[in-house]
């Protein structure tokens, strides 16, 4: 091809309608989806695990009361009197806080998006909530649990490192303080990071064992020395000094079938929506009222692992 043809069939970029030319920018559309993809869901299982309480009625706090173990009899001398046992209670109060969430979205927004708002936001604030519930429940555990447990017979939490891995003496471990304290180790929860550790050592029972995917759906990934493993994205990672770590939770019952955290509802969760006329904008709120206490203190025990 000589030059006089190459320079014939050359593309005329001063005048050619092309891609990148501002009069063909104006008019190629952006294609979108027509359709929101749902966010990532966190694994929220502690809530439904735990001892409730109906405290809807009138009432500023809930005390349960709890009875305490009597002293053993004593061997008795003839003609001698009985001596007189203490008889003794401990109550346990729970005094409910608010928790909410909300949004705004304005009337100009919401007929013009290509999704129902209100209905997303909807969604969103009934996760927050039990996002916050399942997180202060962890809270409360690590806060009020009488036994502890570390990886590798560390002491303190300091001194967790990378070869600090959940094991199966620590677990039984766990159980015998559980145990020795008189009531039933129930269940374990276990961060993601955990559940690898344990299913690394290839014992545990697989979800799929169960049949459904239910189970898996719930948080509950298997068994091992009767305890019912769940899975939490509520159980996170901590920090002290330089070590990471986290705490896995066991869990036990009393003989009467009592768990050891307790959950009394004072509201349930409320989702309300205010029009302003003047503003042309709605409100979206979420609220609920509740408190967590420790019932059975020695019926927790933390396991500080890496």
């Not at 749902?38 to 405290?55: C, G, M, S």
């Not at 706090?61 to 003609?79: C, G, H």
Request: hydrophobic share 40%.
């Amino acid at each position: 091809m000589n030059k006089r043809e190459f320079i014939k069939r050359a593309l005329d970029t001063s005048n050619a309608f092309i891609s990148t030319d501002s009069e063909a920018v104006a008019v190629n559309p952006n294609i979108w989806d027509f359709r929101l993809r749902d966010y990532e869901e966190k694994n929220l299982v502690i809530t439904p695990q735990v001892e409730q309480f109906d405290f809807r009625g009138p009432g500023v706090d809930y005390k349960v009361t709890i009875d305490e173990a009597p002293t053993a009899a004593a061997a008795l001398v003839e003609t001698d009197d009985v001596s007189i046992s203490s008889f003794s209670t401990r109550n346990v109060t729970f005094t409910p806080t608010e928790y909410g969430a909300a949004y705004q979205l304005t009337r100009k927004e919401a007929v013009r998006a290509f999704f129902n708002v209100a209905e997303r936001m909807v969604k969103k604030l009934g996760y927050a909530l039990a996002q916050k519930k399942d997180g202060l429940a962890v809270t409360t555990i690590n806060a009020g649990a009488t036994h502890s447990v570390f990886a590798n017979s560390k002491t303190i939490a300091s001194d967790i490192a990378s070869t600090d891995t959940i094991a199966y003496d620590d677990l039984t471990e766990a159980i015998r303080d559980i145990e020795n304290s008189l009531y039933t180790p129930m269940k374990l929860f276990l961060s993601y990071g955990q559940k690898q550790q344990l299913l690394d050592l290839q014992t545990v029972n697989q979800a799929d064992k169960f049949g459904t995917r239910s189970a898996v759906a719930n948080g509950l990934i298997g068994e091992l020395f009767g305890l019912e493993i769940f899975v939490s994205h509520s159980i996170t990672e901590e920090t002290s000094g330089s070590a990471t770590y986290h705490r896995a939770i066991v869990m036990g019952q009393s003989k009467t079938g009592e768990q050891a955290l307790g959950y009394a509802i004072k509201r349930d969760p409320i989702i309300e929506r205010e029009y302003h006329a003047r503003g042309r904008y709605w409100d979206i709120v979420a609220h609920e009222e509740y408190d967590f206490q420790v019932l059975h203190p020695n019926a927790l025990c933390l396991i500080y692992t890496y």
